[in-house]
């Protein structure tokens, strides 16, 4: 179990090196938590008023891309996202995508940063260049299958090992397949379901993509599904509880671990920000 400080208020995460990376919803700034140690120190400072930071990945380019979240929870936060350097700390990038009304999650492929919008039906993709240049942020529309909630849609992503398919989580709980070659509207799949599906009726908050398994995180726990080969189909294997925390969010892999984010959001999140309460990362053994 890996502490933060009290108030921090963490939501995402991002592995390297050894180490993990979260951000707080209060002000955006990011903790580096060393995995062997424990010992957290922050990584970067706030980026200033109207910025936090929600959903985290790095790319091979040695950068952490930080999605902003947005006023649809927080009123007075803008949306935005942000890319520093982890060697440095140095904030590269902070734009506010046009079209963007919430950016909860992020994946990065080889040529692209995507992200997850919760208040409408888009994703955001950053095009990214093989020397590492970062290009400008587009709306992709997700049509298909892709059924619009009243309010809350996208949350969690992931995205297959060769960056040509994307798994989106709905705050429903379901599951879309996405190909990540479309520029402007993508047609979703929805993926078909056995076994335990009401472990999903929590929403799909954090997504992790191991080969055919995926890992869904939301407020009780790890939900284990084994994929079909085609990724157009699941089966719900079972669910890890995860010791300690209050409200899981998210998880990123090492090793033979997930490395899971307990939000500890309280009621009506009354704990976002509260400077008694307690925050911390907890690592379980992979189901």
Same mark, same amino acid.
């Given at each position: ?14 592995? %390297? ?19 062997? %140690? ?14 936090? /930071? ?35 700390? $140095? ?6 995508? /046009? ?39 587009? %709306? ?8 619009a909630g009243e309010g ?12 040509r398919s994307l798994i ?13 070659? /479309? ?14 599906? $009401? ?13 055919? %398994? ?8 790890? =939900? ?21 925390? /209050? ?5 990123? $892999? ?17 704990? =976002? ?15």
């Open positions: 179990m890996l502490g933060l400080p009290n108030g921090f208020s963490p939501e995402g995460i991002a592995l %390297t090196g050894g180490a993990a990376y979260t951000g707080s919803l209060v002000d955006g700034s990011i903790q580096r938590v060393d995995l062997r %140690t424990g010992v957290a120190r922050q990584f970067a400072p706030s980026p200033g008023p109207g910025r936090i /930071a929600v959903g985290m990945e790095t790319d091979r380019f040695g950068r952490l891309w930080v999605a902003g979240g947005g006023a649809g929870f927080w009123p007075g936060v803008r949306t935005t996202y942000r890319v520093y350097d982890t060697r440095t700390g $140095a904030k590269l990038v902070d734009v506010e995508p /046009a079209g963007a009304v919430y950016l909860n999650d992020v994946i990065v492929t080889r040529d692209a940063a995507w992200f997850t919008d919760t208040f409408s039906s888009v994703l955001v993709r950053v095009p990214i260049g093989d020397d590492g240049s970062i290009g400008r942020p587009r %709306t992709v529309a997700l049509g298909g299958e892709w059924t809350l849609n996208g949350n969690g992503i992931a995205a297959t090992p060769d960056g989106v989580g709905h705050t429903s709980g379901a599951l879309y397949l996405v190909p990540a070659g /479309a520029h402007d509207r993508a047609r979703a799949r929805r993926i078909s379901l056995s076994g335990d599906e $009401a472990a999903l009726a929590a929403g799909a908050d954090g997504l992790v993509l191991d080969g055919r %398994t995926l890992y869904v995180v939301g407020p009780t726990g790890v =939900v284990d599904i084994r994929l079909s080969p085609s990724l157009t189909a699941g089966r719900v294997l079972g669910v890890t509880e995860v010791p300690g925390a /209050a409200w899981p969010t998210t998880a990123a $892999a090492f090793g033979d671990r997930l490395y899971v984010v307990d939000a500890n959001f309280g009621e009506d999140l009354v704990n =976002v920000g509260n400077p008694d309460a307690t925050f911390r990362i907890v690592a379980v053994p992979r189901p």
